[in-house]
């Protein structure tokens, strides 16, 4: 990738990540039109995107979000109240931004259907909030154009110096070693046409090296045609903000024919690191002074908004990631190592104690840095809630809880679309279908729908929670025999009768929307949560209401493990699927002929895994009632794996197999343990009981 | 350059010489003229079209300009260039 598509790549992702932030931001501002602070926050990202979409010949993004920002800065300059109705189109233009951006990056011909209209929409919008057709076209009279001299000197050098820094940030966004940002400032004679010089001459010789350009013409000094001469220079003041490769001496050989008086040049400090990502809070609201350019200060304002945060690439921190594993196993190793602990030495025991606790802690650190809120995916979600409530006309309330809770942000990057399609099932067929059948059931006419993150048992779960009429069992049950999913022969407890709506293929909607009702999602939000190590429950009470939780690991890269042992092999089980560890008595186990050994819990036949079996291990064969049964829940029911003996329970770092091993269906990873050993871990789902057992009693 | 009832079309790309002849020809014209439009594909070549316009505006307010009132014009020659014109809001 050349630098040039490096310095694009980067500015196309900020601008995805300032269309997310206002998708999310618009919403906040439906449900409290009177802030404008956030309306100011809006506007600067809008603004901010204006100059990207531009800066990359985006144009027909740049046009529209042009447009859009002046309806934006109307409002927030007024203070005005926004009409419902206008309220409703800043919502949809912002619709339009997402989808326009989507055309643009793929270079489609075709704009989305909505454009025009939408445009149109915010074109009328401005034109009638200032009573003419054109911006321009606000003066009583064509003498008072001139009269705004005042005015200008007062909003120009503002928008200039703001357009400046602005500028100045994306730059920094973009900024990587071996480029310099400069900020050149010309103030011109009005004979520099006389003397050859064009402004946009001398931009094309500093663009000819640049990795970007951006240059800014306050136009106040050009005067009517009246005073108007074509060979005079009526445009005196220009700044540039120039990203490039050049030193400060090769910039400066474009400057030779212009006098000393007439250029500044000011090479400007970039970021420490190789991009900075806070530039909306650099942008200087009206209200507020503009910061002025002098010496040795001109990103003083940018150092301090750029200080708090760096970006980083993920795959970097996977590496450190990887390394900081390495780290514990051989501190785990040294710690646990015979020869080590016989050696009598206060000073080495307590080094290797010191070691310890260090470990640890570059650990967690390390560990935290993949740790992000979980509230930037809520806020998402207040948009799918809002638009699913207007397509389905159900008046609801949002309840958000735990946005702190922190989540692996690999997982994140996952969880919005099976979120999306629970939150959209929950109001479409969660919720009752009207006000009065709520009123009907002495129930108020607003749903509510409740979003919650929080921690359990060392897993995240996030579960989406509806007051509705609850899932009708027998509903389910009916449909899952129709379909031939059961028999109707089975003995299922409520947990498993509410599994059957995530298989592929069901549901038990009488009608089908475009937002759900297909049988086609919940399957496939269960295939992209298992993805994630993690697991769907449901709860349900018929005409209170359905919770969908999804339970998640903390991290994709430390599993927490149950190491249990079988003729002297270490097995790693999730702890995440146990349900609970016990030794049988003899008269709870049993054998059915032609399926097996099951044990008896509470009225449910489990079935026995030995899992000397299912790896086909040597080993003296014991009968369950002599080793330990650990009960875990999979997607097919429970199992009970029969073990030797419990090791213990450990955090581990999971390495992926090699390629033999990756063919074994009942293995999911592999771990090295602080003894040095290599553990491997049970994909649980995958245990299938091995038919008729030699030996068992009764 | 065309002249279309009261719409003048223009090309962005003219030489200093053509700004000169252009500007002569909106001089006497300027208080017929309600709309100057820009032909598709054209890049700003110089600066004094662009002070040309801007004087022209600010001379009759009336006229309709959208090419100036986009405030931002984008070349890979020049990169990205703004200017500011205001009114009471802003333009760029």
Redesign the interface.
Same mark, same amino acid.
């Given at each position: 990738m050349t630098k040039q598509e490096q310095v694009k790549a980067i500015f196309i992702e900020e601008a995805g990540e300032i269309i997310e932030k206002l998708d999310v931001d618009i919403i906040r501002f439906e449900e409290n039109a009177g802030n404008f602070d956030l309306l100011n926050e809006i506007f600067r990202g809008v603004h901010t995107l204006?100059?990207n979409a531009?800066?990359?010949?985006f144009?027909r993004l740049?046009?529209f979000v042009?447009h859009f920002e002046?309806v934006l800065?109307?409002y927030r300059?007024t203070k005005e109240e926004i009409e419902t109705h206008h309220l409703e189109l800043i919502v949809s233009s912002v619709d339009v931004i997402k989808e326009v951006m989507v055309c643009e990056l793929d270079a489609l011909p075709d704009l989305p259907n909505e454009y025009e209209g939408c445009l149109e929409g915010i074109k009328s919008l401005i034109a009638s909030k200032k009573g003419y057709?054109?911006?321009?076209?606000?003066?009583d009279s064509?003498g008072s154009?001139?009269d705004?001299a005042s005015?200008?000197g007062l909003?120009?050098p503002e928008?200039?110096e703001n357009?400046m820094l602005q500028s100045i940030e994306m730059m920094r966004t973009a900024h990587q070693a071996g480029m310099q940002i400069y900020r050149i400032e010309l103030t011109l004679d009005s004979d520099a046409?006389k003397r050859g010089f064009?402004?946009?001459?001398f931009?094309?010789l500093l663009?000819e090296k640049?990795l970007?350009?951006?240059?800014?013409?306050?136009?106040?000094s050009?005067?009517?045609?009246?005073n108007?001469a074509?060979d005079t220079?009526?445009?005196t003041k220009m700044g540039i903000i120039l990203l490039t490769t050049q030193a400060l001496s090769e910039v400066e050989e474009n400057f030779e024919f212009l006098f000393d008086h007439e250029y500044s040049i000011k090479p400007i400090e970039s970021s420490p690191e190789p991009v900075a990502v806070p530039k909306r809070e650099v942008v200087v609201p009206k209200t507020q002074s503009a910061p002025k350019a002098s010496p040795g200060s001109d990103t003083s304002s940018l150092n301090t908004a750029s200080k708090s945060t760096i970006r980083i690439d993920t795959f970097k921190l996977d590496e450190l990631f990887d390394s900081v594993g390495e780290l514990v196993i051989a501190q785990n190793f040294i710690a646990q190592n015979e020869k080590i602990r016989l050696i009598e030495d206060e000073s080495i025991s307590r080094t290797i104690e010191t070691l310890s606790k260090i470990t640890k802690r570059i650990q967690d650190r390390v560990m935290s840095l993949r740790m992000v809120a979980i509230r930037d995916t809520f806020d998402k979600m207040k948009r799918v809630v809002r638009d699913t409530s207007k397509k389905t006309g159900k008046e609801l309330h949002l309840n958000v809880l735990g946005e702190e809770t922190e989540i692996d942000k690999t997982m994140i990057d996952s969880l919005s679309d099976p979120l999306i399609h629970i939150i959209r099932n929950a109001i479409d067929h969660g919720l009752e279908a009207d006000a009065q059948e709520r009123l009907n059931v002495g129930k108020k006419v607003e749903g509510t729908i409740t979003l919650r993150a929080y921690h359990k048992s060392g897993s995240i779960v996030i579960s989406v929670s509806d007051d509705g009429r609850g899932i009708n069992k027998e509903k389910v049950l009916q449909k899952a025999i129709e379909r031939g999913v059961i028999t109707g022969d089975e003995n299922l407890s409520d947990s498993q009768i509410f599994g059957l709506i995530l298989q592929p293929g069901f549901s038990t909607a009488d009608t089908i929307s475009d937002l759900s009702g297909r049988g086609v999602g919940l399957d496939v939000v269960k295939t992209s949560i298992e993805k994630l190590r993690g697991k769907i429950e449901i709860e349900s009470r018929e005409g209170e209401g359905t919770t969908l939780s999804m339970v998640l690991p903390l991290t994709l890269a430390i599993i927490d493990g149950m190491l249990v042992q079988t003729a002297g092999e270490i097995y790693i089980i999730p702890t995440l699927s146990v349900v609970e560890s016990f030794r049988p008595e003899q008269e709870i186990v049993h054998v059915i002929k032609g399926q097996g050994e099951f044990v008896s819990m509470r009225g449910q036949h489990i079935p026995i895994i030995r899992l000397s079996d299912v790896f086909t291990l040597t080993t003296d064969r014991i009968e369950p009632w002599e080793g330990i049964l650990v009960c875990v829940e999979t997607e097919a029911g429970r199992i009970a794996i029969m073990v030797d003996e419990l090791v213990g329970r450990q955090q581990v770092v999971i390495k992926p197999l090699g390629k033999s091993l990756a063919k074994l269906r009942e293995i999911s990873g592999g771990a090295i343990l602080g003894s040095g050993d290599i553990a491997l871990i049970l994909n649980v789902d995958e245990l299938r009981p091995m038919i008729e057992a030699p030996h068992a009693g009764n | 350059m065309e002249f279309d009832g009261d719409a003048l079309t223009i090309d962005l790309s003219m030489s200093?010489e053509e700004?000169?002849e252009f500007?002569a020809f909106v001089?006497p014209r300027?208080d017929y003229i309600d709309r100057i439009e820009i032909v598709d594909g054209g890049i700003?070549?110089?600066?004094?079209l662009?002070?040309?316009l801007?004087?022209?505006? @600010? *001379? /009759?307010?009336?006229l309709?300009i959208p090419f100036?009132?986009?405030?931002?014009t984008?070349s890979?020659?020049?990169?990205?260039?703004?200017?500011?014109?205001?009114? @009471? *809001? /802003?333009?760029?």
């Open positions: 204006k100059g531009n800066a990359f010949g144009t740049g046009e042009h002046d800065d109307h300059s057709p054109s911006s321009f076209e606000t003066q064509i154009f001139s705004l005015e200008f909003e120009c928008q200039y357009g046409y064009d402004h946009l001459i931009i094309g663009a640049a970007s350009i951006e240059s800014f013409f306050p136009l106040e050009v005067p009517t045609l009246e108007f074509e220079n009526h445009i | 200093k700004i000169k500007e001089r300027i700003l070549k110089s600066s004094a662009l002070a040309l801007m004087s022209l505006k @600010k *001379t /009759r307010r009336e309709i100036l009132e986009k405030g931002v984008v890979p020659a020049y990169g990205t260039i703004h200017w500011i014109c205001h009114d @009471k *809001t /802003r333009t760029s």
